[in-house]
């Protein structure tokens, strides 16, 4: 028996929707705002990053697959703090959505300073059981899709430029059997990480991947079924919030990250300690 697990909404091209509003803090080099794009932004993680990236200043353009009335509301939450935003369809399994997306925000919001690989899917089961047609959607969303962004992505970034990928605690620890899959795939975008830090540092762009552990969000909550047992493999006994994880992600595209790159950052409760 298998499960399918949306981790984050993946991101289809014909949707738009988009708000604008005051411009503010944050700056790229010109003095233009700068650009986040988080793909999987209309829930869990990508949502709270895309709203703490605007409070730090930054235009956001989220990318979604099911979730457009979600996907709507993180626009008006990024729109009631003053920055433009934009919501795109893009299905993050589809090789062609997953890098014209990059374009489409570009041309929606004139530019890009920071690249969050967010949107991802999780299939999990023991090993045996797992398809073929498990594994290409699983590789196509959360590595395939991440790499084809990235290459959308670099040639946009300039000098201050962030590459953020969202890993999983389970590419530093698997505490049991059932995710072979999704573990797999979570452990290539470590690789992914840090050779993209080595080809991108000489242009002044850093590439970095954060592991959430247990996470509240409506996938995984807290008071679920199995809520208890991953809480209490963390070292402080209890599940993160996305907002706990928006936080280093924010740190990450910020100038004070300009030192930090090639880099894993475990937001776990010290499920890998």
Known sequence: MTSETNTNDTSDTSDTSSTNGAHGAAEGAGGESRVALVTGGSRGIGAATAVRLARTGHDVAITYVNGKEAAEEVVGAVRRLGRWAVALRADAADPREAEEVVERAVAELGRLDVLVNNAGVGVLGPVETLSPEDADRVLAVNVRAVFLACRAAVPRLGRGGRIITVGSCMAQRVPGPGGALYTMSKSALIGLTRALAREVGPRGITANIVHPGPIDTDMNPADGPFAAGQAAMTALGRYGTAEEVASLIA???????????????PVDGGHAA
Do not use: H, P
Not at 253 to 263: E, R
């Open 251 to 265: 740190y990450l595209a910020s100038a004070d990250a300009s030192y930090v790159t090639g880099a894993e950052f």
